[in-house]
């Protein structure tokens, strides 16, 4: 599809790695899901989420998280004007159609539950009152992986509320050589808006119709189950994730022009949308293995019982 192809063109621009990551961020994107971008510091997150949020042509802002910001810093408050003496409603910055939450482990539980609520409603309550949030509504959220110090991880019931988590790596060698030509060139601007706030909607409705077939229904319910019984499972895939993992097939779907999902576009897909939601058994951990070997072994016994075309 030419949005895609143009997507992945203009972010080569900016960022030198796997064109999967594009992907990736288009289909959360179109799935009306919400993007959790892992990676150590230094790799490119915040100027590939940047560079992404203003490809989509969308009002888009962006919080630093820190360890003092308070919830009110992200959803906003009523405040004081001391010349009328009267309060006033002060929106904060999640009144936006896409905001970049930067480094979300490093602010306190309770703000981080601020931003979450919010996603999971579409709406903000503010001294009872109720304001929903603009629609398309898309969060993108940085972090660096759980090991490092003074952060605070999320807790698994509002990871379970990103679509996705996007891992991002170190580049390879030739990725990281071409990372310094791009750095070497004079002027960098932000890329140009493929999509408006209207289309992007529009794009979401047709991504909602794509054909899922029965057979791979009963594939995606067949994966999250076996999640759930894994020895070296404590927290299994949610049906939300099950649901996540149509969602985000149907719109890979979409971006590749079909009107129906293919087994191997939950393949794909698996990985990000269903890793972040495991948990392990802490002998299962020190033994070394990791959510993600975890789903390749799920995605090598769970059989898909169906046409390999639809
Ligand atoms: N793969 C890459 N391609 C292009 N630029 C990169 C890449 N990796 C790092 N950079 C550059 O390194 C710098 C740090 O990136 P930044 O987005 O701040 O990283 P992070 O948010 O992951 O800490 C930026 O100037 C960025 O352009
Ligand atoms: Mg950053």
Known sequence: MVLREALRAQLAQIYAGPVEIIDRLLIAALAGGHVLLEGVPGVAKTTLAKAFAASLGCAFSRVQFTPDLLPADITGGYILNLRTQEFTLRRGPIFTHVLLGDEIN???????????????????????????????????????????????????????????????????????????????????????????????????????????????????????????????????????AALALMRAAKAAAHLDARDFTLPDDVRALAQPVLAHRLSLHPEAALEGLTPEAIIEGLLDAVPYRGPADR
């Open 106 to 240: 490093r602010a306190p539980a309770k703000t981080q539950a601020a931003l979450l609520e919010a996603m999971q409603e579409g709406q903000v309550t503010l001294e009872g009152e109720t304001l929903p949030l603009p629609d398309p509504f898309l969060v993108l959220a940085t972090q660096n992986p759980m090991e490092q110090e003074g952060v605070y991880p999320l807790p698994e019931a509002q990871v379970d509320r990103f679509l996705m988590k996007i891992a991002v790596p170190y580049p390879s060698e030739a990725q990281e050589r071409a990372m310094l030509d791009l750095h070497g060139r004079a002027a960098r601007p932000s890329p140009p808006a493929l999509l408006d706030p209207a289309r992007l909607k529009a794009l979401r409705a047709e991504v909602e119709a794509i054909h899922v077939s029965e057979a791979i229904r009963d594939y995606i319910v067949a994966l999250a189950r076996a999640s759930r019984v894994d020895p070296a499972v404590s927290l299994g895939a949610s049906p939300r």
